[in-house]
């Protein structure tokens, strides 16, 4: 007579057993769905789009495409002034080096005149102080000094005011002087900086 019971409760415990690894199933395919549905809309769980350097960029480097990328940061993780567009950096100056996958905000961007202006002109010099040349960053406001004149040694002279560091070159190891160095500067000032960076030593000052 205790037989049916005992069979009874066997019988419950596999329904509950089977009803638990339906659960434990239903569950794990839950799971599953939502983390396509996650991967499928990034933004919607991890916040919102952010420029990211693709790989390690030096300063000076002009972005491009294939120099940056986009991703959906959490907004705690956001820096003040992040970039969320590629066209807001695309053939844009850093004004420093940055490392890969560190978001590119407003103040890494150099800001320099545009080629376009009118009554302003680029020239490349090549500053006898190596030292200085690594001080440099696109943007940079400079003063543009020659050394003095072998009829004047005591006298150095200022050959442009206020020129803008467009780009600065890499360093060659042989070389003895400083890497080329791009300044925008007015049309007549270009051409006196062009014509004396020739004959004589040429460096910056720093504002």
């Known amino acids: 007579m205790d037989i049916l019971p005992k069979l009874r409760a066997l019988h419950l415990t596999r329904l509950q057993s089977r009803r638990t690894r339906l659960i434990r199933r239903w569950l794990a395919l839950g799971l599953l769905v939502l983390g396509g549905l996650l991967l499928v809309h990034p ?10 350097a693709a790989h390690d960029l030096p300063s000076g480097a002009t972005l491009r495409a294939a120099d940056v990328r986009v991703a959906d940061l959490p907004d705690e993780t956001r820096p ?10 695309d053939g844009r100056l850093l004004a420093g080096a940055v490392r890969a996958g560190e978001p ?6 150099a800001t320099v005149p545009d080629p376009g202006d009118p009554g302003t002109a680029t020239v490349p010099v090549r500053l006898a102080d ?3 040349a ?32 467009v780009t600065i070159g890499h360093r060659e190891p042989s070389a003895l002087k400083g890497p080329l160095v791009l300044l925008r500067l007015p049309e007549a000032s ?9 004959e004589r030593p040429v460096t910056v000052t720093l504002r």
């Open 43 to 52: 933004g919607s769980a991890r916040g919102a789009p952010t420029v990211l």
């Open 80 to 89: 003040m002034g992040v970039l969320s567009t590629l066209d807001a950096v």
């Open 104 to 109: 590119l905000t407003d103040v890494r961007l």
């Open 130 to 132: 190596v030292a200085i």
């Open 134 to 165: 690594e001080l440099l960053r696109p943007g940079q406001r400079v003063d543009v000094v020659a050394a003095p004149e072998p009829a004047a040694p005591a006298s150095a002279s200022v050959l442009a005011s206020g020129a803008t560091v």
């Open 190 to 198: 270009a051409t006196r900086v062009a014509a004396i960076s020739l």
